[in-house]
């Protein structure tokens, strides 16, 4: 809280010293008319007529510190704050294959470690807009550009595999559904950063078609191979021994990332456990950086009615007992 007219505050100060010269006047008043014995006089008069004064001065100080408080106008501001400059427009592409549930990720399997790094990712961004894409044979927006991290969030909380029914790996069909996404936000920067652990082997357009697209639009794709070398425990459901493992052979198409990747002026990362992809993220994190100018501002709110009111009905409360319950008598 500030006040605009402050000068008002040193009126304030010299109220008590007003209310001690007054006491101080009263005291030395003497009566005009000397009695033998005023005893008389104190008993009917002297206690009822000195309360009485004194409840009319503290209204009479309580209604002045009330209205120079009202004329400093005090006022209550808030601060808030204008971005001048767009942020990063990102997509985050998942894949969501049934070879993500391989375990190599160690306690864990590769989606779902993508999902908590991508969570840190999300959470360390401000000012930047992200989406989400997932995709096996079939890709579709999980979560549309926005700022609202907490949506964004929940959406991938509730990524699953196999979530797009029909298995496989449509790389190329992914970065499609990406760029028609990015292509008229208007954002300076727009990345795709593009997580999965196999080859494009489902989908009509291919991944290097996409990427010249991409490329074309102005948006930059990063890719992340996910997976262990040599291949990876792969869980399945036995309906005779249950649960066990089985081998899954390693089918990262490298060549191809790092292809789409340089083509639009990206990186290609290779994720082997999830320190790695942690890493990875933080890296794309530290490139893809935007310079944010904001402009600061308050809007204040004037709150001198707050005191205003009180005074006045103070000092009309004063004004209606001294002419009438307690006023004087001649």
């Known amino acids: 809280m500030r006040f605009a007219n402050p000068v008002f505050l040193l009126f304030i100060l010299l109220v008590p010293l007003l209310a001690w010269y007054q006491e101080g006047q009263r005291r030395r008043k003497r009566a005009a008319v000397s009695f033998s014995d005023t005893g008389l006089i104190k008993e009917i008069a ?23 408080l009202a004329f400093a106008r005090p006022q209550a501001g808030q601060k ?53 894409i997932v995709f096996s044979a079939l890709s579709f927006t999980q979560c549309p550009l926005t700022l ?27 970065i499609t559904t990406a760029v028609n996404r990015l292509k008229d936000t208007g954002a300076k920067t727009r990345i795709i950063i593009l997580l ?21 639009m102005g948006l930059k794709i990063y890719t992340i191979g996910a997976g262990a070398p040599g291949g990876a425990l792969y869980p399945i459901d036995d309906p005779i ?31 082997t456990s999830s320190e790695g992809l942690r890493s990875i993220f933080r890296k794309i994190d530290q490139m893809e950086k935007t310079e944010i100018k904001i402009k600061e501002y308050t809007n204040y709110t004037e709150l001198f009615t707050w005191f205003l009111w009180p005074g006045i009905i103070v000092f009309v409360i004063e004004i209606l007992l001294r002419n009438t319950y307690l006023r004087k008598v001649p």
């Open 241 to 271: 021994f249950g649960k066990r493992y089985v081998k899954l052979s390693e089918d990262l198409d490298e060549g191809t990332l790092s292809a789409v990747a340089q083509e639009t002026g990206g990186l290609y990362f290779r994720a």
């Open 148 to 174: 609202d991290y907490g949506a964004v969030l929940d959406f991938l909380e509730h990524v699953e595999i196999g979530m797009t029914a029909t298995d496989g790996t449509a790389i190329g069909t992914a």
């Open 46 to 68: 002297g206690k009822g007529k000195e309360k009485s004064e004194k409840l009319l001065r503290i209204l009479r100080f309580i209604s002045l510190f009330f209205l120079l």
């Open 196 to 216: 999965t652990d196999g080859r494009n082997n489902m989908g009509e357009i291919d991944p290097i078609t996409a990427a010249k697209v991409a490329q074309a």
């Open 80 to 132: 808030g704050e204008e971005v001048l400059t767009k942020g990063i427009d990102i997509m985050l592409v998942l894949d969501t294959s049934t070879s993500m549930r391989a375990e190599d990720f160690k306690p864990h399997n590769r989606l779902y470690v993508a999902k908590e790094v991508s969570k840190e990712f999300i959470k360390g961004r401000k000012n930047d807009r992200i989406g989400i």
